[in-house]
């Protein structure tokens, strides 16, 4: 396992990390779950990000992400990504999660972006099996880094326990 992933437990929008990863939804225009979380506590300045990029190329397709800074938080920017709605699996839910992880790393890159976190995309309201998506996050992740040096630490936060019980094992 590439020594620059870390688990942790608790509240992305905590985070001292040069970015953080937002579960979003294709609109950008804020949630629920984690994406209201880092809504409200980013502030208003993060929104008129996302509805300057939404004017310009009309919101973001699922498995793609988009860059803003992080407002309020102590993350320096924030990286929307789009993860697949869970419809039984056969409407290619896999590939597109794994692209949110691929895009929203080569965002980083492209933005010099170092340190980076990522929620448990689509394993909420979007009802993502958890240890599948688990297995594909790590998978891709590991896989990204593996032909890649500019980025040193890479957290998987997870914000409930079944979800950090299986980032756990996978990563043991
Ligand atoms: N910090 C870290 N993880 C969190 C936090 C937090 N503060 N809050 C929730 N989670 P979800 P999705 C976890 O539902 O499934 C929104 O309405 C949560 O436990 O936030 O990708 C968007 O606008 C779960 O493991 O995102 C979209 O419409 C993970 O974050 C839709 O939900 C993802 O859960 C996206 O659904």
Known sequence: MDTRIEIKKGDITKLQVDAIVNAANSSLLGGGGVDGAIHR???KQILDECIA???KQGGCPTGEAVITTGGK???QYVIHTVGPVWNGGKRNEAQLLA???TNSLKTAVDNGIKTIAFPNISTGIYHFPKLQAAEIAVTTVSEF???NESLKKVIFICFDDENYR??????R
């Not at 299986?166 to 990563?171: D, F, I, M, S």
Request: hydrophobic share 45%; proline share 5%; with cysteine.
């Open 41 to 43: 506590a980013g502030g």
């Open 53 to 55: 990029i939404r004017n």
């Open 73 to 75: 938080l102590p993350a």
């Open 99 to 101: 692209n949110c992880y």
């Open 145 to 147: 880094l593996a032909t």
């Open 166 to 171: 299986l980032y756990e094992e996978l990563l």
